[in-house]
């Protein structure tokens, strides 16, 4: 079975801080992992994968995640906030099959 | 390119009402899903369609949703009866195929009163 936690429900972080957004996983087969975006009134938008290749992924909007087997985690980074960064974000794990597992979401609020 | 279109946006229902809500996935993308997103929650897989056939249909909380997309497009989701725990953002997701990345729709959020 997969499933996705994510600790820290709310982050809030000064402009131009860096951002942390914590995600561990739980599967019983090689993960496929996931960040997608949420904004107000909006479907989600992928930021970043991880396909078992390389396990620092690069995504858009200067975001990056590192997939770290052995503590089972895929923690979403960004040098340096932006106000437009300002959203929610998911952490998702898949089976590679057609079921994605979605974390709760964690609420980033960018304080200028 | 147009993306992932949802209808309506906003539905409010009164317990007990039937609602359909429609998804229009990007065309020529093979593969179809629904989730359900409760409020202060993470997306909930309810089913997938690869072309018209519904090949996984877990996810359906109970026998009053239905899901269909009968020629391969667009899809319906249809809630019979509708419950005040069905209030959620229904959200529709296309990709070109199972192992590609999935485009989502803005969703549509059902309000039971």
């Known amino acids: 079975a997969q499933s996705v936690t994510q600790l820290g429900s709310h982050v809030s972080v000064s402009e131009g801080a860096l951002v942390l957004l914590r995600c561990n996983y739980s599967?019983?087969?090689?993960?496929?992992l996931f960040w997608y975006v949420q904004y107000p009134n909006q479907g989600l938008q992928l930021l970043l994968k991880?396909?078992?290749?390389?396990?620092l992924v690069k995504g858009i909007n200067g975001f990056e995640a590192e997939f770290k087997k052995s503590e089972t985690s895929f923690h979403l980074t960004k040098p340096s906030a932006h106000m437009s960064d300002a959203a929610e974000y998911f952490c998702?794990?898949?089976?590679?099959?057609?079921?994605?597992?979605f974390g709760t979401g964690t609420s980033l609020t960018v304080i200028p | 390119g147009a993306g992932v279109s949802q209808s309506p946006r906003y539905k409010v229902a009164k317990r007990g009402q039937d609602v359909a809500l429609r998804c229009d996935p990007i065309?020529?993308?093979?593969?179809l899903f629904w989730y359900q997103q409760a409020l202060g929650q993470g997306p909930e897989f309810l089913t997938y369609?690869?072309?018209?056939?519904?090949?996984?249909k877990s996810g359906l909380p109970s026998d009053r949703f239905f899901a269909e997309r009968p020629e391969g497009s667009v899809s319906t989701l249809k809630i019979q009866r509708t419950q005040q725990e069905d209030s959620a953002v229904y959200l529709c997701?296309?990709?070109?195929?199972?192992?590609?990345?999935?485009?989502f729709g803005p969703g549509t959020r059902l309000t039971v009163t």
């Open positions: 998702a794990v898949s089976d590679r099959g057609n079921q994605f597992y």
């Open positions: 369609f690869q072309n018209e056939a519904q090949l996984d």
């Open positions: 991880y396909t078992s290749a390389a396990t």
């Open positions: 065309s020529g993308h093979v593969s």
């Open positions: 599967s019983s087969v090689p993960p496929y």
């Open positions: 997701a296309s990709s070109p195929s199972l192992d590609r990345d999935k485009y």
